[in-house]
């Protein structure tokens, strides 16, 4: 898949489904995560066939939900990092996902490209907080795209989820709708985009997938527990107009 955002021209990216690959059972086909439990032959096969599309290896990230920002200058891949940011052409970033939220993040000029993992606990965290703040590009120069996550209509949680979205921010309680008693259908999407705006980047774009619920196209921890992983990727092209 490729992104529909206005993003500037020397900005590239792409986002993975499940097809495509060489992975059998949960994890058909094109598992791209090398800690769910395929087959590392498999995985290995997944990745080059991705690296085949890409100007050079991504940075894969050992992802801990958590909100450290991982540098291409300065990180090798299989560095502990939820985020990660690129001011070099080709240097390629990637996260992956099976539900949690992809964000990418590109400034207008063509310099600067930023990628991040938001699960709830990373972007109740700062996960996308920390990126931008890497990034050194003021949030107006700043355009977003959301990747496929698990939908509104999926993605129950518990009233702790909910209690660290609205003690953070009270307008995070739009994002959330009553389901059981004592759970609540959450609004990924919705909360990334109010983490954006309190930002100031106010240029999202996508979010209009649901993981869970297009099982032939996507991965979904949620919905099959065994699962693999898609990426994310985005870079800067070598040359061409900006």
């Known amino acids: 898949m490729v992104p529909d ?37 498999a995985v290995a096969e997944n990745r080059a066939r991705v690296a085949a599309h890409v100007p050079r290896p991504p940075l894969w990230l050992r992802q801990v939900h958590g909100t450290r920002v991982a540098h291409t200058a300065t990180d090798r891949p299989g560095c502990e990092a939820d985020a990660a940011i690129a001011r070099e052409p080709g240097e390629v970033l990637v996260v ?43 949030p107006e120069h700043l ?39 004592g759970k609540w259908l959450a609004d990924l999407y919705a909360l990334g985009r109010l983490r954006l705006a309190r930002l100031g980047i106010t240029r999202v774009f996508g979010g209009q997938f649901c993981t869970h619920s297009e099982p032939e196209r996507f991965f979904s921890y949620r919905r099959d527990g065994i699962t693999g992983r898609m990426a994310s990727l985005i870079w800067l092209e070598a040359e061409g107009p900006l």
């Open 143 to 181: 355009v977003a795209y959301l990747g496929p996550a698990i939908g509104p209509s999926a993605f129950e949680v518990g009233n702790e989820v909910r209690e660290a979205f609205v003690a953070a921010d009270a307008a995070a309680a739009a994002a959330f709708a009553p389901g059981v008693p």
């Open 5 to 41: 955002w206005p993003a500037p021209a020397r900005v590239r990216a792409l986002i993975t489904t499940r097809a495509g690959g060489v992975s059998r059972r949960a994890f058909e086909s094109l598992n791209l995560g090398d800690r769910v439990g395929d087959d590392p032959v």
């Open 96 to 138: 992956m996902t099976a539900d949690c939220l992809p964000v990418l993040l590109a400034d207008d000029g063509g310099t600067a490209v930023a990628i991040a993992h938001a699960g709830w606990r990373g972007l109740a965290a700062g996960v996308i907080e920390r990126s931008v703040a890497a990034l050194r590009v003021q």
